[in-house]
C-alpha cells in the first residue's frame, strides 16, 4: 500500500506517526512538506525536520513529485496543505482523509460556512472522510453537510514515554507541597489568568502548594505583574520558555496538570504530554482534545470553560481527595499508553484505510483513534463532553 500524507512542515508531533507509517510501510509512505520550516521556528532551536528524513518530499523543491503522489497514492491523508495536490484524485474518488481541528473556533461564520459548501461538501461527496484532531471539527463540517457520518476520532500523537509507575509516583511524592504545572504560549487564548485566580484562592484556603508557570509570549509581562500585585510571588513561579524535554521533566514531577484554554485552543498537544507524564488534569471542556481525551473523574477532571468557579471547584475536589490525584494521574497515563500513540494510531488507520478500500465504511473502533467522531452543537457542549457521552 502507498500511502502520503501532505502537511506544511514536519513537525515534532506529526513525527512519531511518521515514523510508525515508514515502519510498516517502508518506501511506501511519504510525507509532503508543502512549506519550508518558518524561520522564527528554526530561532527557537527547533529542527528542519523537512530535510532530516528520507521519507519527506519537499513540494516546494519537487512540485512535480508531489502531484504525483497525490494522484497515484492508494491513500491520500491532507492537512493543512493546497489542496491543488489533490485536485485530479478527488475527480477520480480515490480515497482520501482530510485532517483537521474546528473551523468555527471565534463562533459561526456565514462566509466561512458557504466556503465549506463550495470546497468541501460539494467537491468532496465521494471517498473522502474526516480525520477530526478536534471534537468539535465534526460538527463544524456537518452543518455545512460535509462528512456527514464521514467522520473519525484522529488528533495529534507526540511521543509517549514509558515509565515505571512506582518510580514516577515517587518523584512525584517528594514534596508534600501541591505541585501545579501549566505549560503554554502566554496567549489571550490560553488564559493564563485563570491561574492567578486559582492561586489567590488556594493561598485564602491555606493550601501547601507551587504551581510553576512555563512559556512565555504577549501577556507574560501582564500576567508578571498580576502575580505581584496579590503578592504570589512565593507561590506562582514563572519559567519562561523551556525546551520540550525539560518541559517533560517538569511535568514528571507534578502532581496537577491545568489546561486553561479557550474554544481557539484546535487540539492542545500539550495535553497528550501531561496525561503521559501521569498528572492529574484539569482542562476546560472547550479545549479540542479533552472530550476525546479525558473521562471526568475516570482519568482527568473537565471544568466549564467560562466558569472560574468550576475551575477552582475542580482543584479543590483534589485538594480534598487526595488519592484521587495518583488515581486520576495513573488512569490518564494508561489512556496514552493503551490507546492515543503514535503506534495504535497507525495500525488503526492502515486497518481502516484497507477496509474503506474494500467497501466497507463502518467504524472498526468502538473508542480512541479511528473510531467515530460524532458531532458536539456548540449549545450542549459542556453537558455532553461532562456526561462522557463522546466515549
Known sequence: MKITFFSNFLNHHQLPFCLEMKKHL??????????????????????????AYDFVVRSYEDEEEAYKLGLESD?????????????QRLKQKKLTFRYSERIFRPGFNLRTWLALIKNYTILERKNVYLLCSSAYS???FNIAGAYINKCFKWGYFPLVNNYDLDKLFSKKHKSKKLKIIWVARFLKLKHPEKVVYLAKKLVEDNVQFEIKMIGNGEEFDSIKNMIQENHLEKYVLLLGAINNKDVRKYMEEANIFLFTSDLNEGWGAVLNEAMNSACAVVASHAIGSVPFLINHKKNGLIYEDSSLQDLYDNVKYLILNPKQIDVLGKNAYETMIKYWNASVATKRLLKLANSLLKGNKNALEKIGPCSKALP????????????????
Open 26 to 51: 517502508g518506501n511506501g509512505f511519504k510525507f509532503v512538506a508543502t512549506e519550508e520550516v518558518p524561520k522564527e521556528r528554526l530561532d527557537l532551536g527547533y529542527d528542519d525536520m523537512n530535510k
Open 75 to 87: 491513500v491520500v491523508i491532507i492537512g493543512s496543505a493546497p489542496v491543488k495536490y489533490i485536485k
Open 376 to 391: 458536539i452543537s456548540n449549545k450542549n457542549m459542556y453537558n455532553y463532553v461532562i456526561n462522557n457521552l463522546e466515549k
Open 138 to 140: 465534526a460538527y463544524d
